[in-house]
């Protein structure tokens, strides 16, 4: 290959890897799914919200007193890739877009309510459009908290493009070619496609959200390239994805052995107290103390700037917590000390009513700060709950719960500093400030489970 080949071949590779979304098509054929002029291949179920079509645009009109309504395909689809230019008035509702979704025929008094992942449109100063709702059935399961720099890619009262890449069990989604969220699941193989009008406030009664450029493939689909700093939620328990991988994401818990994790009164793992099996770490039921049974577990690697995400399931009135940059220097017959992310059944358990402000609830951080009381970001009792944990090199700390942002703070600033010196932690010397420490799950006498227990070192 001579020189000016050789930079030919360069120039190629350089203007692939830069192209957008839109401008890199993979070799399937586009399909219409909107002609124009008609809505046929559509219908509507749900609420009452009209649909027609003015000037080659799907035009949905906001209706008070009726429930979601969605214009819904007649046919269904598997994998595809989905793309639609979209542009809703106003700043004060959403839409979306269903993808795989299907409906009960029994819901909305008969007239049918329909449920499955929906690619969100949000114009509101919450700024989650590009995110992943769970219509009708789990809620948010890609919140736009996981991907801040995203918020800015949607325009508002302008049209948005979508992409929707529906491949296998995942689900990746861009907004004006900007990614903003990746899930992957295991429920629904195929449903239709849908778009929505949401349910109004009587005041927003006659806004419109418009949809057109409406199209498809099905066959010969190619997976666009997604960048690796974007965070992936993985319903798969204990599974690393191939994207994971390659960012650096490495599981704590295989589902089958504890062998990453140890008894923090010694280096096997607890003979009693704690159970491994069916793919979880549970602790088992004892009195309610602290550490009177099996004990705390910790890990047996530290970690100093780190990305750790976790499901775990609470009985009724359970309590039980995650903690981080725990060195085991303080001697303690209880627990073992560390900045905690709060595992507590908020109605049941006493401690949920103790600390200052609520600061011992729900994915608080024990002691110190109160948790964000979006009620949306809790699931109930018995199911599983997504809580995350990451760290920054600058000290900054978060806490997730479901994905929404529940604590923020920055460990050293001289307003974590105050807070300590108020709370419970304010005779243990430096408490939180080890440049690395162990990840621990808290033994607190109550049945509580863990599982897919992962962790990205980022330094």
């Not at 729900?362 to 964000?372: F, K, P, Q, R, V």
């Not at 108020?422 to 808290?442: C, E, M, R, T």
Request: with cysteine; aromatic share 10%; glycine share 10%.
């Amino acid at each position: 290959m001579n020189a000016i080949s050789k930079f030919l071949v360069a120039a190629t590779i350089s203007f692939v890897a830069c192209q957008s979304p839109t401008e890199a098509q993979n070799g399937g054929k586009w399909t219409d799914l909107f002609d124009g002029k008609t809505l046929e291949g559509w219908k509507s179920v749900g609420g009452d919200a009209p649909y027609t079509v003015e000037d080659g645009v799907i035009v949905g009109t906001m209706t008070k007193g009726t429930p979601n309504s969605f214009l819904i395909t007649e046919k269904e689809y598997g994998d595809f890739i989905l793309e639609v230019d979209i542009k809703l008035e106003g700043t004060e509702t959403n839409s979306g877009i269903q993808t795989r979704s299907h409906i009960d025929p029994e819901g909305n008094n008969g007239k049918g309510r329909v449920y499955g992942r929906q690619v969100e449109v949000d114009p509101t100063a919450r700024a989650w459009a590009g995110g992943i709702y769970d219509e009708a059935r789990r809620m948010w399961l890609y919140p736009l908290d996981l991907n801040e720099k995203a918020k800015t890619a949607y325009k508002v009262n302008e049209y948005n493009h979508y992409r929707i890449e529906a491949i296998g069990d995942e689900l990746r989604v861009w907004v004006n070619d900007t990614p903003t969220a990746y899930v992957i699941d295991t429920l629904d193989k195929s449903g239709f496609i849908g778009l929505q009008v949401h349910s109004i406030k009587d005041h927003l009664d006659g806004q419109k959200v418009y949809f057109k450029n409406i199209r498809i493939q099905t066959e010969n689909l190619e997976p666009t390239a997604f960048p690796e700093d974007v965070f992936v939620v993985n319903l798969k328990p204990n599974d690393l994805s191939d994207a994971e991988k390659k960012s650096g994401v490495e599981l704590l818990f295989d589902g089958n052995t504890a062998d990453q994790w140890r008894s923090v009164r010694g280096d096997a793992f607890p003979e009693k107290g704690w159970k491994v099996g069916n793919g979880e770490i549970t602790v088992l039921k004892s009195d309610g103390g602290e550490s009177t049974n099996g004990g705390d577990i910790i890990t047996r690697d530290q970690y100093a700037v780190f990305d750790l995400s976790f499901e775990f399931k609470l009985t009724p009135g359970a309590n039980s917590g995650v903690k981080y940059f725990v060195t085991l220097k303080e001697k303690t017959k209880g627990s073992a000390i560390g900045l905690e992310y709060q595992i507590l059944d908020d109605k049941l358990h006493p401690d949920a009513k103790m600390g200052r402000d609520g600061n011992r609830t729900l994915a608080s951080l024990y002691d110190l700060i109160t948790s964000n009381k979006d009620g949306r970001a809790r699931r109930p009792i018995g199911q599983w709950n997504r809580g995350r944990v990451r760290v920054s090199e600058d000290g900054t700390v978060t806490h997730y719960l479901n994905g929404t942002k529940m604590v923020e703070y920055k460990r050293g600033s001289q307003e974590y500093l105050d807070l300590v010196a108020k709370s419970k932690y304010k005779d243990w010397d430096n408490f939180g400030g080890a440049p690395q420490g162990h990840i621990l799950l808290q033994d607190h006498g109550d049945n509580v489970s863990f599982r897919n227990i992962k962790v990205k070192k980022t330094k």
